[in-house]
């Protein structure tokens, strides 16, 4: 019986060279270049910020940006805790242990050839092996898509300052959205300036306590402009958006109308006696980068 | 709201000079410090050989190139990025920066708490802000790393810069018991009761 292919129908094969110069080209373009969506939020905070501090503030970050993009430099210089996202389509053959080798070499060439900062260390002994690898990291987070004969692989190089800005609650039924929505505006004013504002607030509601997490970290990372496809997580972080931009934090918390480009929420079922809810925040400078495998040739974009 | 260029160090003077709302560009020297050079200072007795009185830190761990020791590049290091990371971390040792190495200005983003206040009113300091995750563009700021100590804990060391035009920064935290941090956190919770009753959330 042999049901790895379709008849007829020649499988995409991704060979385990290819992941790890993507890897490498990734961890470095992702550190260098901001995604279209997140420079199109600083146009859009930029236009409608009231306050003066706040407006030069945005102004340094943007010129920030093209800077590092006329000299080839990296945006900010936490080059995070790296995180790749694979997402295979249908009919796609690899083999998903040298897949996940190929990952960390291609980090570590990265982190040595350009060089790059290696922020990671052991949590105990604090050791750095100045290769931003080690246990469990890079993060690898691997799902399935029904896209035909197609690999994706996703690169988000993680920032320290917004990543502490990360929470959970074991809420009960009884406590209900009222007190999902008093967490989420409350961790905001919690890490206020600390997590590097205009931030992107994701938000986890639901499944399991890891789960719930996840979800925070999924809704943080998303493009900007994306929606929640649940309706009552759409709604919700439609609400959320325009809450916490009433606090007045604003730009590295030194006050203002931009505090977050968006709340971004994402929602798993969930127990009948559980209400989980988690924020992971993304800092301003909401890095990403992807390479999209096709029998077409490999597409480099965020 | 004054501009004050620095040559750095400084005096006591000059830092009580500074007022919340001012900019401020550094020229000369900033010393680069993070958590787990502050964490051997103090809390594992280790000393370096920097003379750090009047002068500026700044809390950062850069990205550098290594190079061959020559001239007057003592580090064996050259920046590729230099930024700023979040100063909260490193709230409990800014008194034994300043009361012990003769700290002056800590640089930093998202600010510090009452007690790094206090010591700023009683020994005579400023936190300045810069904007945190500008990092290509604070390198332009940022001539050479001229020296390097405790380099153990690359890339956690202690850093000498050699810099020109280090700023504008924003007078965040000053030596009279103003803390703009302090002010945007009591708007934020006087502003909350209010942003949860439109929520259907008090």
């Known amino acids: 019986m042999t049901l790895m292919t379709k008849p007829g129908v020649e499988p995409l094969r991704v060979e385990p060279e290819a992941i790890e110069e993507a890897a490498k080209l990734l961890y470095i373009r992702a550190c260098k270049v901001l995604p279209d969506d997140i420079k199109e939020g600083f146009a859009r905070l930029d236009a409608t910020e009231t306050d003066a501090t706040a407006k030069t503030i945005l102004a340094t970050m943007i010129e920030n940006i093209g800077v590092a993009e006329r000299m080839d430099n990296l945006l900010c210089q936490d080059t995070g805790i790296p995180i790749f996202n694979v997402l295979i389509g249908r009919n796609v053959q690899v083999d998903g242990w040298a897949l996940k080798e190929a990952i960390a070499k291609g980090t570590a060439r990265a982190t040595r050839e350009h060089p790059l900062r290696s922020s990671v260390v052991h949590p105990i002994t604090r050791k750095n092996e100045h290769t931003s690898c080690g246990e469990r990291v890079p993060v690898i987070n691997i799902d399935f898509t029904d896209a035909e004969r197609e690999l994706r692989l996703e690169m988000i190089p993680k920032g320290s300052g917004s990543e502490n800005g990360s929470f959970l609650q074991m809420l009960i039924p009884a406590d209900g959205v009222a007190a999902v929505k008093r967490f989420v505006v409350d961790r905001v004013i919690q890490a206020g300036g600390k997590v590097c504002p205009p931030t992107i607030v994701g938000v986890g509601v639901g499944g399991t306590s890891d789960l719930c997490m996840h979800l925070a970290k999924v809704a943080a990372t998303r493009p900007l402009g994306s929606r929640c496809t649940d309706a009552e997580g759409a709604k919700l972080e439609a609400e959320l958006s325009e809450a916490v931009n009433g606090l007045g934090i604003g730009p590295q918390g030194l006050g203002g109308d931009s505090t977050a480009f968006a709340v971004h929420v994402e929602t798993a079922a969930t127990h009948i006696t559980m209400n989980p809810v988690a924020v992971n925040i993304q800092c301003h400078s909401a890095r990403r980068a992807s390479a999209t495998f096709t029998p077409d040739g490999i597409r480099i974009g965020f | 709201m004054a501009h004050h260029v620095l040559h750095m160090p400084i005096t006591e003077e000059q830092v009580r000079a500074l007022r919340v709302g001012d900019t401020v560009t550094l020229e000369d020297t900033l ?70 190495e003769g700290v002056r200005i800590i640089i930093g983003k998202g600010g510090l708490r009452d007690g790094s206040l206090d010591a700023f009113r009683d020994l005579g300091g400023a936190y300045l802000a810069v904007v945190g995750g500008a990092a290509a563009l604070e390198t332009t700021w940022v001539q050479a790393v001229e020296d390097v100590d405790l380099d153990d804990l690359n890339p956690e060391s202690l850093y000498k810069f050699s810099i020109k035009g280090f700023g504008p920064l924003l007078v965040a935290m000053d030596a009279h018991g103003s803390s703009l941090y302090a002010a945007v956190n009591a708007e934020a919770a006087r502003r909350r009761q209010a942003v949860l009753e439109k929520l259907g959330a008090s």
């Open chain 2, 31 to 100: 010393f680069g410090i993070r958590d787990a050079t502050q964490i051997h200072m103090f809390d594992h007795g280790r000393r370096t050989k920097f003379d750090l009185h009047g002068h500026a830190v700044i809390h950062t761990a850069p990205n550098l190139r290594k190079v061959e020791r020559s001239g007057t590049n003592h580090s064996g290091y050259e920046p590729v990025c230099i930024g700023t990371t979040t100063s909260d971390r490193m709230e409990r040792f800014t008194r034994p920066l300043m009361e012990r």
